[in-house]
């Protein structure tokens, strides 16, 4: 595939115009792959494309942790009390799978244009060894938008020129994705990220809780198994828990289980019951009254027009 025509990046540091061409390039490189809407694949597993020509209600969804880079349009995501702007010249530091609430700002001339790189932590861990940590000037969050810096933006357009070159791709691409993780752990909530494969820190510690009750939605809970599993007394774990999450251990559970309901339902892959059982509920009806108190439509409404 041929590159689209090269823009020259400043070498300055930032500024509204160096912010400007940065976010200029990389919808020029994003729009020739973003073939529909949506989360779309690459060559790179680790990437995804996100394009939506068009507004989207704020409504309730999990991201895995990764990184997500705002080419243009806007996105608003609500945390419990927390209101998280990341549109065009923004990135989302998203180090933990917290479920919280999503609207996205677009229409057909001015799409959504966008990246989504998942962080693996193996990776992650192998940057943090290598990499002195930085002046961290606010506390780590697990959910926050960073303003898109020159050395940041220039990392991400040169992943995106690994996307329309095969041969760039397989030689560079997962060293492409290490620079922009780099860069993230030098940026201000680099700190988010540096301590999620500390064993001993409590917000590695909750991140790994985080983790086990992502894969193990579906089991009964035990807030007293899984702070043990991770060397916490049960009331210092449900503190850090609370303060990091905004969510108590079971709430977070129940948000896991109806989003994960919400993708069987939408897949038509189990009827409402089957759904139900299959995400943790032993009675259908509760399932179906906490469903549409989240999402504001029954299962059954959900399933139906899902219909092809």
Same mark, same amino acid.
């Given at each position: 595939m041929t590159l689209p025509p090269e823009t020259v990046l400043p070498d300055a540091p930032g500024s509204d115009a160096d912010s400007s061409t940065l976010e200029a390039h990389m919808r020029r490189l994003i729009q020739p792959l973003a073939t529909q809407d949506g989360f779309l694949p690459t060559a790179l597993p680790e990437v995804q494309l996100m394009a939506l020509h068009g507004s989207h209600p704020r409504t309730p969804l999990v991201y895995e942790p990764g990184l997500i880079i705002i080419a243009q349009g806007e996105k608003i995501g609500y945390l419990e009390e927390r209101t998280i702007h990341y549109g065009a010249g923004h990135y989302l530091v998203q180090a933990m799978p917290l479920p919280?609430?999503?609207?996205?700002? /677009?229409? /057909?001339?001015? =799409?959504?244009?966008?990246?989504? @790189?998942? @962080?693996?932590?193996?990776?992650?861990?192998?940057?943090?060894?290598?990499?002195? +940590?930085?002046?961290?000037?606010?506390?780590?969050?697990?959910?926050? +938008?960073? @303003?898109?810096?020159?050395?940041?933006?220039?990392?991400?357009?040169?992943?995106?020129?690994?996307?329309?070159?095969?041969?760039?791709?397989?030689?560079?691409?997962?060293?492409?994705?290490?620079?922009?993780?780099?860069?993230?752990?030098?940026?201000?909530?680099?700190?988010?990220?540096?301590?999620? =494969?500390?064993?001993?820190?409590?917000?590695?510690?909750?991140?790994? +809780?985080? /983790?086990?009750?992502?894969?193990?939605?579906?089991?009964?809970?035990?807030?007293? +198994?899984? /702070?043990?599993?991770?060397?916490?007394?049960?009331?210092?774990?449900?503190?850090?828990?609370?303060?990091?999450?905004?969510?108590? =251990?079971?709430?977070?559970?129940?948000? @896991?289980?109806?989003l994960r309901a919400r993708g069987m339902l939408s897949a038509r892959t189990h009827s409402v019951s089957a759904t139900a059982s299959a995400v943790g509920y032993q009675s259908a009806s509760q399932f179906s009254r906490e469903y549409k108190r989240y999402f504001g439509c029954s299962p059954a409404d959900e399933r139906r027009r899902r219909q092809p």
């Open positions: 919280f609430e999503c609207e996205t700002r /677009a229409d /057909a001339e001015h =799409p959504l244009l966008g990246i989504n @790189i998942r @962080i693996e932590l193996a990776t992650l861990s192998e940057l943090v060894r290598v990499t002195p +940590a930085g002046l961290q000037h606010s506390p780590p969050e697990p959910m926050a +938008a960073v @303003i898109l810096g020159r050395r940041m933006g220039h990392s991400v357009v040169h992943l995106l020129e690994c996307l329309h070159d095969e041969v760039m791709c397989r030689a560079l691409g997962q060293q492409r994705v290490r620079e922009v993780l780099f860069e993230a752990l030098r940026g201000p909530q680099g700190e988010s990220l540096r301590q999620l =494969p500390q064993q001993q820190s409590q917000y590695g510690r909750i991140g790994r +809780a985080l /983790a086990q009750l992502q894969s193990d939605y579906a089991a009964p809970l035990s807030v007293e +198994a899984l /702070a043990e599993d991770v060397s916490m007394s049960p009331s210092s774990f449900y503190h850090h828990f609370r303060r990091l999450t905004r969510l108590s =251990p079971l709430q977070y559970q129940k948000r @896991i289980r109806l």
